[in-house]
């Protein structure tokens, strides 16, 4: 039988440190390990680091498990190695961590796919100059990702938020030279900012309600709180709906969803790993950790629902008419997180979890097949120059199909379980609208992954000869994880994720349902986009042109992307420079905070231009003024 | 206890003593000479000093008396310093021609 012992306590401290030493080594002896260019000794203690982290993962989940069923039955295990982060007052913020069945989830998530990310990267970035620095960025960003879901409160979560965030900015302006890479990367960052002040400020109210950040103590707790009804304004109401503002921001929910297409500006890889598979989706996470909390507030619950549901939309028409390879996959990422945030808002927190377990595997396939794309024809991102590329890279071609096919929620494949459960969870939790936007949503995602895929490797080849002759199969590196992500796409949806997870929440025991019509319904609904783009893109071209035509202000609409980006712009243009410009710099700064300081100079100068004559300079005048002086005192204390 | 018409000569020779030395340091233009005045005006403090302590029969008087004989030797002696420094900077010790303290 197994006990807890100190090895529990010291392992999920070192699955952290692993990445964190790989970056600290680059960042420090990178030079030195980089002999020459394509020297790819950082790429591969990188990977080593990555891989071994896994491992431990591994060992470390399988070890809970045991202890699960050993006769402590223990739920979950606080790993902590003895000293206070943070003391002041009644306030301490011990270092320590959770291990769940809910963290170990997202850390073999976070691990397992984003060491495929890595060794796929060593083929992807073989001709950068940069590796080192390249790898170095991963490896924190890693380190960041696995502290954010292992930490055991919510100020260490926010360590980890704060610094995936830091690494995203970092990957995507990883190409600095190129203005629009900096620009997009400055983007995500400003953008975080407001969601993470949101964060900061629902942190607050936990500590106001509870005492305490601690996220065991928050979940033992939360069921305790007085439930607070629709559109009443608790204490509860408000702190989840402050955190949502955080998820909405790293999660790329709209409002605030404009920073992630940008963010397709860094490389393919960081795509994958940050902008699909790890890193967006700790918003979702943020909010099933707190699901205790959260079922407390139907306020919150339907806020949650209902910004997932139309951010699910509204991003799967955008992607519709998208042209770039990477930007229709990132509106497919920010739609899929609105399916994610759709079913927590209804309530089924675990099969959230299971949607974006699913999703890494399928999304980084997606990413790194059309990496694999972008590889073959040296850079060209633009699908209107792609077509019938089938026959020349197959193993991307196979292994892109599976993802597709997995994201449009074909059976048996990952996202179908998955799709299908958040489906139900709608229906029967009586959101008959939602139900209806979410199928809807469905259709569409499989009629544009459909497009992408009829696009790319189908058809004609519309490059030019030139670009035809150049191209050419990815190495053996980037194929790989190609094709183990695709066996995780298609069996990861086997693995019972929700009832891994929901113990974890200690939320009521609700009964199971079964609606005998829905899987068949869901599987139509992909079918059927599907062979709505086989018709439009393939078999009858000529039927497109004219439904677009009749479709035009509809697909003008998604094209200019909701307009989300101009009304940014323009209230930054107007109101942010605009005000900052001609009130707070001219007025307040050249006017009332110089003004007041040059004041001040200039009346003590002036005094001073009036006072100065009373220094003669010499010694007898002031030994008469202390004479004075001397008289008036003795004077005063004689006659008083 | 003293007849009070010595306390009370004593105190008026104090009192010219003080003010001979004052009107020295007002008048005199020389440094050595404000700084003889300046002891002239202590010494008649401290006559006045013994003056009253006899009267009141206390050593307060005179104890504080010493403590005056101690400054004073002091500050004749920094006072004499200074005066050398004076004198080889400008080659005069006359205390007008020191004005660099004018504003």
């Excluded at chain 1, 497109?544 to 323009?570: E, G, I, M, Q, T």
């Amino acid at each position: 039988m197994l006990e807890l012992q100190t090895l529990d306590m010291v392992l999920p401290f070192a699955i952290l440190l692993l990445p964190l030493g790989g970056f600290v080594v680059l960042a420090l002896f990178g030079d030195w390990i980089k002999k020459d260019k394509e020297d790819a000794g950082a790429g591969y203690l990188a990977c080593a680091t990555v891989i071994a982290s896994f491992g431990l993962a591994a060992w470390t989940t399988a070890r809970l498990y045991g202890l699960m069923a050993g006769p402590s039955g223990l739920r979950f295990s606080q790993p902590y190695l003895g000293f206070e982060w943070i003391e002041a007052g009644g306030f301490r913020v011990p270092l320590s961590l959770l291990v769940d069945p809910l963290s170990c989830v997202m850390m073999l998530v976070v691990t397992g796919v984003g060491a495929l990310i890595h060794v796929y990267s060593l083929g992807y970035m073989a001709h950068d100059e940069e590796k080192v620095r390249f790898f170095s960025y991963l490896n924190l960003f890693t380190f960041f990702m696995l502290l954010l879901v292992m930490g055991g409160s919510l100020p260490i979560l926010f360590v980890g938020w704060e610094g995936v965030g830091l690494c995203s900015y970092l990957l995507i302006g990883f190409w600095y030279k190129r203005n629009s890479a900096s620009a997009a990367g400055l983007k995500a960052f400003v953008v975080n900012r407001v969601g993470d002040a949101g964060l900061i400020l629902g942190m607050v109210f936990i500590y106001h309600a509870f005492g305490s950040l601690d996220l065991v103590d928050i979940a033992d707790n939360a069921g305790s709180l007085a439930p607070e009804a629709l559109w009443q304004w608790g204490p509860v109401t408000i702190a989840c709906l402050l955190l949502f503002v955080g998820a909405t921001g790293k999660s790329a929910q709209i409002p605030l969803h404009v920073w992630l297409p940008d963010a397709m500006e860094g490389p393919t890889p960081v795509s994958a790993l940050i902008h699909a598979a790890t890193m967006v989706t700790a918003g979702v996470y943020l909010v099933a950790r707190l699901g205790p909390l959260y079922h407390q507030s139907e306020t919150a619950m339907l806020v949650v629902a209902v910004t997932g549901a139309v951010t699910a939309l509204m991003a799967g028409t955008i992607a519709i008419v998208q042209t770039d390879i990477k930007r229709v996959l990132a509106y497919s990422t920010v739609s899929q997180l609105g399916f994610m945030f759709l079913a927590a808002g209804v309530g089924a927190f675990g099969v959230a979890v299971f949607h974006l377990y699913t999703h890494a595997f399928f999304k980084a396939l997606l990413f790194l097949g059309s990496g694999s794309v972008i590889h073959a024809m040296s850079g060209e991102q633009d699908m209107r120059r792609m077509g019938g590329l089938r026959k020349k890279i197959p193993w991307t071609f196979w292994t892109f199909l599976v993802g597709t096919l997995a994201i449009a929620g074909i059976p048996p494949l990952a996202g179908f379980f998955s799709k299908d459960e958040i489906l139900l969870g709608a229906l029967v939790s009586g959101h008959t609208v939602l139900f209806g936007l979410a199928l809807f949503t469905a259709l569409l995602t499989a009629a544009y992954m459909a497009r992408l895929l009829f696009l790319t490797f189908f058809g004609e080849f519309r490059g030019g000869p030139d670009a035809e002759h150049h191209v050419h199969e990815s190495p053996w590196s980037m194929l790989g994880p190609l094709v183990l992500l695709a066996i995780g796409s298609a069996g990861a949806g086997f693995v019972k994720i929700p009832h891994i997870v929901e113990p974890v929440l200690r939320l009521p025991e609700t009964a199971a349902h079964h609606v005998a019509w829905l899987p068949a319904v869901a599987t139509l609904s992909g079918v059927l986009g599907i062979l709505i783009a086989w018709y439009l893109y393939l078999s009858m071209p000529d039927l497109r042109a004219s439904l677009a035509s009749a479709l035009r202000p509809a697909l003008r609409v998604f094209a200019a992307k909701y307009w989300f980006d101009d009304v940014y712009d323009a209230f930054v243009r107007r109101v942010v420079v605009g005000g900052s410009d001609t009130l707070l710099w001219k007025r307040v700064d050249a006017g009332v905070i110089d003004g007041s300081v040059n004041g001040i100079a200039r009346a003590v100068s002036g005094w001073a231009e009036t006072l100065r004559p009373v220094q003669t300079g010499f010694v007898r005048h002031y030994a008469l003024l202390i004479l004075a002086g001397a008289v008036a005192l003795v004077s005063y204390l004689l006659w008083s | 206890m003293e007849h009070p018409a010595f306390v009370h000569h004593a105190v008026l020779l104090s009192l010219v003593l003080f003010g001979l030395g004052t009107l020295g340091v007002f008048l005199r233009r020389n440094v050595i000479t404000v700084l003889m005045c300046v002891e002239l005006m202590l010494n008649g403090v401290n006559l006045a000093f013994v003056a009253f302590s006899r009267a009141a029969g206390t050593l307060d008087g005179q104890v504080l008396v010493f403590f005056v004989m101690v400054v004073a030797a002091a500050e004749a002696a920094v006072g004499l310093a200074i005066v050398i420094a004076l004198h080889r900077t400008k080659d005069t010790l006359d205390v007008d021609a020191f004005d660099l303290m004018k504003g």
